[in-house]
T-cell receptor
């Protein structure tokens, strides 16, 4: 079991609210990733980071933003949640010298 | 365009039976291919990873094969158990970026009935 954690696991929130999804890993991995996954669909990369103070947008356009102030922490923020943001959000990390990406358990977000 | 296609989309088998899941990819340049198991509401967990030179890899009751020439892979599950019910995702990595870009299939949803 990988040491990567996400909170909350489930979140139901109203339209217009600001939310932050937390992701942390204790493996000292430099590379971290955020994916979005809808039911029955493939994972889509929305953000990634090579290390502290490095963040980039992924393949899928997302209104969310991320920050990487500490190696172990990679939070994702939505300034104003909308129903179209309803999805599962998965965080992952990888060592620079490795090939394996380790995934967190995910956050299931529902915006009403 | 780099793509990963999986079949079947869903599969139902009886406990104790074997099954084989398929994956075709067009990712180039190829680095490695992984099979992940994703339980409902959880993150994917790696089952096997194969590089270009490997054509088979086992992990307990899971055996993955890779044909890099035809760009096909399969995941064979023997003596299925109820706990094997999950989505199985084929993931291919390319060699072209330091990011370690992964291309994901949509998964095969396996249901094992008692």
């Amino acid at each position: 079991e990988a040491d990567i954690y996400q909170t909350p696991r489930y979140l139901v929130i109203g339209t217009g609210k600001k939310i932050t999804l937390e992701c942390s890993q204790t493996m000292g991995h430099d590379k971290m990733y955020w994916y979005q996954q809808d039911p029955g669909m493939e994972l889509h990369l929305i953000h990634y980071s090579y290390g502290v103070n490095s963040t980039e947008k992924g393949d899928l356009s997302s209104e969310s933003t991320v920050s990487r102030i500490r190696t172990e922490h990679f939070p994702l923020t939505l300034e104003s949640a909308r129903p179209s943001h309803t999805s599962q959000y998965l965080c992952a990390s990888r060592a620079s010298s490795g090939t394996e990406q380790y995934f967190g358990p995910g956050t299931r977000l529902t915006v009403t | 365009k780099n793509q990963v296609e999986q079949s079947p989309q869903s599969l139902i088998i009886l406990e104790g039976k074997n099954c084989t899941l398929q994956c075709n990819y067009t990712v180039s340049p190829f680095s490695n291919l992984r099979w992940y198991k994703q339980d409902t509401g959880r993150g994917p967990v790696s089952l096997t990873i194969m590089t270009f030179s490997e054509n088979t890899k086992s992990n307990g009751r899971y055996t993955a094969t890779l044909d890099a020439d035809t760009k096909q892979s399969s995941l064979h599950i023997t003596a299925s158990q109820l706990s094997d019910s999950a989505s199985y995702i084929c993931v291919v990595s390319d060699r072209g970026s330091t990011l370690g870009r992964l291309y994901f299939g949509r998964g095969t949803q396996l249901t094992v009935w008692p």
